[in-house]
């Protein structure tokens, strides 16, 4: 879900949909994968129901070749500096934001496949299309969740650097 509260909402309405249910309940499957089906498409219902924005495109966050196969437009290198930023703690909110910046359709088969760990047939299932679609997206979200966050950590490292600067010309230290 894209917060906290979206994500309350869609819990109340899972187990309000489970109640409702109840009596159907056969015991073929266990409760909890029962009502962890319930719950993801309480999720996935309250998604669609808030499609507010219009559809963002993703062709500017995925890689692009040249006729000769060639990576075409900036190239950001992991430094040694980026990795010591995925290992500070705030790069999990950090990684949590460029999700979100995801559009919906990319965004909702990364979490199913990569966080809800669902596999291929059933995140298939749970967003009515083929699985083949839900291979495409999961690869294009992945590769735009990479420039997401190299463009993230570029930001970041180019405000350390600025700090630094300023500090050295400044006369001054944090």
């Known amino acids: 879900m894209n917060n906290e509260c979206d994500a309350q909402d869609a819990v109340q309405e899972a187990f309000a949909s489970a109640f409702r249910a109840l009596d159907r309940f056969n015991g073929d ?17 309250q998604l669609r129901s808030k499609r507010r924005r219009g559809e963002q495109p993703i062709e500017t966050l995925v890689p692009s070749f040249d006729q000769d196969g060639e990576w075409v437009g900036e190239q950001v290198t992991w430094t040694n500096a980026a990795e010591t930023i995925l290992e500070r703690r705030d790069s999990r909110e950090m990684v949590r934001r460029c999700i979100e910046r995801l559009p919906e359709k990319y965004r909702s088969v990364l979490v199913l496949r990569d966080i809800e760990e669902l596999d291929t047939d ?34 970041q490292s180019d405000d350390s650097s600025r700090i630094r600067s300023c500090d050295r010309d400044c006369g001054t230290s944090l």
């Open 122 to 155: 059933e995140a298939a299932r749970s967003l009515s299309v083929t699985a083949n679609t839900i291979k495409v997206r999961l690869h294009r979200a992945r590769q735009a969740l990479k420039t997401l966050i190299e463009r993230e950590l570029a930001l």
């Open 29 to 45: 499957a266990m409760l909890s994968t029962w009502l962890h089906r319930i719950l993801v498409n309480a999720a996935l219902m």
